[in-house]
C-alpha cells in the first residue's frame, strides 16, 4: 500500500516561506520521480513542481524562481521550499509519485496523500 504524507503548511503573509514535506512509504522511493500539486475549491488539481530520480527539475511558470523542490533518498521524503509568497499560491498541496515524470498526471500512481493547507494572506 503506498502512502504519501504531507506536512508543513499553514498561513503565512504575502512575501512569507513554507518548506512542505512529503513521506512516502510503501514503494521503492529513490526509482521514482516525486511532484507537487495544489488545488483551490472548485478549481481542478494543477501541476507545480516535479524532480526525477536524477535531480532534474520542472516548475510551473507561476512558480519559477519562487520555489524549489528537492528530495532525500534516505529519508524517502521529497520537499518544495516556497519564498516570495503570493494571495494566489493558496491553496491545498498534495504530492505524487510516478514512474518518469509526474508533470504527466496520467504516469502517476493515481496515489495521493491527504493534502496540506497553504494559506497566503494579510
Known amino acids: 500500500q503506498v502512502q504519501l ?69 534516505a529519508k524517502n521524503t521529497a520537499y518544495l521550499q516556497m519564498n516570495s509568497l503570493k494571495p494566489e499560491d493558496t491553496a491545498v498541496y498534495y504530492c505524487v509519485v510516478a514512474i518518469q515524470t509526474t508533470q504527466d498526471v496520467t504516469d502517476t500512481t493515481g496515489d495521493w496523500g491527504q493534502g496540506t493547507q497553504v494559506t497566503v494572506s494579510s
Open 5 to 73: 504524507v504531507e506536512s508543513g503548511g499553514g498561513m503565512v503573509q504575502p512575501g512569507g516561506s513554507l518548506r512542505l514535506s512529503c513521506t512516502v512509504s510503501g514503494l521503492v522511493f529513490r526509482v521514482f520521480a516525486v511532484g507537487w500539486y495544489r488545488q483551490t475549491p472548485g478549481e481542478q488539481r494543477e501541476f507545480v513542481a516535479d524532480i526525477t530520480t536524477r535531480g532534474q527539475t520542472t516548475y510551473q511558470d507561476s512558480v519559477k524562481g519562487r520555489f524549489t523542490i528537492s528530495r532525500d533518498n
